[in-house]
């Protein structure tokens, strides 16, 4: 694993709104960035990325078996105990999962150490599936790179394959987000254009559009139900909203189902510790209060419970502390024994493994100049030298 820089394409943010590409630049700063690029070599990718995310999505479903059963594990996931029969009840009814991303620290060396599992709603989709493709493809077509050099990337494809697997009825689906966010709207817009290339009709939803009927149908614009809806909106959000109630009976396919918020909260990595200790891809965790946590010394991060884009996350190390404010920890914290991102220059690099209906197919990389992830972080694109 090599840091590369490169000349930028002069046409790069074009090419960027050419394919819908609209929030490559964010708050007036790069949010993609083409002047380095990752090189891995096909080893790297199989043996230290590839397999060892299938093995964590297996182990991740082992522990959704668990924690359903125990209502004891879902209050300490402080999953409302209103939601527990329902949860259960969409895990056992086997309703299909479309995608996550395990985000992982790995320096080309030793195993990659999961931080987290980014399950319900994880962003930075579309650059990894189509934009950086385009960029490998444009280096190749410049000889900046050579003919035979190549991406793991077979999200949009996969994406494409799975949906008609993941979705019933008419060949409908909805997808829904808040439109005002940029990079959501722009990860919703990409995914129906992907349902349209698998056969479906596609159409997009401000999330506070959806509705109800009296039949407990979610319902667009035009009272029209929905037989299946994307939600690009975290489970753990709407089962705290009036509208999330209906999630327990309605009879629209939801994607992301609601088993899903076990695996969208960082209580997954005290679990995952305590069932499958020693594993060489995990790091120990622990619930804030357990007395074990003392394990983990004076070199630990504690996360929230719910916390997302790095919000309300602290690194407790003598040689690197920091701490990120956020609206997060009210639900409790985890603690994680502190595993340092590789860094490349003044940046640090975080890989995100993506997971489409249960199988690993890519990567995407961010960079900050903070050991902390956030949504400000930059996109960098990687290739293969076999």
Request: charged residues 25%.
């Amino acid at each position: 694993m090599k840091r590369i820089a490169f000349e930028e394409r002069p046409d790069w943010q074009q090419d960027a709104e050419y394919v819908g590409f609209e929030f490559h630049s964010m708050d007036g700063e790069r949010y993609w960035d083409e002047r380095h690029a990752y090189q891995f070599s096909l080893e790297q990718i199989e043996n230290d990325i590839e397999d060892p995310t299938q093995a964590l999505l297996g182990m991740c479903y082992e522990a959704v078996a668990r924690i359903v059963e125990e209502p004891e594990l879902m209050n300490k996931l402080a999953i409302p105990e209103d939601f527990h029969f329902a949860v259960k009840q969409s895990w056992n009814n086997r309703e299909f999962d479309l995608y996550g991303r395990f985000d992982f620290a790995y320096d080309g060396t030793g195993p990659a150490k999961m931080l987290e599992f980014n399950a319900d709603t994880p962003t930075s989709l579309f650059e990894a599936a189509v934009f950086q493709w385009r960029w490998l493809e444009a280096m190749k077509a410049s000889g900046k790179l050579s003919a035979n050099a190549d991406q793991y990337n077979s999200i949009h494809e996969r994406l494409i394959q799975s949906i008609p697997v993941i979705a019933r009825g008419d060949k409908s689906i909805h997808f829904a987000a808040v439109s005002d966010a940029i990079e959501d709207w722009g990860t919703v817009t990409y995914l129906a254009d992907c349902a349209t290339q698998a056969g479906y009709k596609a159409k997009l939803i401000d999330i506070a559009h959806v509705g109800v009927d009296a039949g407990g149908w979610f319902t667009d614009t035009e009272d029209q139900q929905i037989e299946n809806l994307f939600k690009l909106y975290p489970l753990e959000d709407m089962v705290r909203e009036e509208f999330g109630q209906y999630l327990k009976h309605s009879p629209t396919r939801v994607i992301e189902p609601l088993w899903k918020i076990v695996l969208s909260n960082k209580g997954l990595l005290p679990i995952l510790w305590e069932m499958f200790e020693g594993h060489p891809n995990l790091l120990p965790a622990y619930f804030d209060h357990d007395p074990r946590a003392v394990s983990l010394g004076n070199s630990y991060v504690r996360k929230p419970l719910l916390s997302r884009e790095g919000a309300n996350v602290t690194i407790v190390d003598p040689k690197m502390g920091i701490s990120v404010d956020g609206p997060y920890g009210g639900e409790g914290y985890v603690r994680q024994a502190f595993h340092a991102l590789p860094r490349f220059g003044d940046d640090w690099a975080v890989i995100g493994s993506w997971v489409v209906a249960g199988k690993a197919c890519g990567i995407g990389i961010r960079e900050d100049d903070s050991p902390v992830t956030r949504n400000s972080s930059r996109f960098l694109p990687h290739f293969i030298l076999h």
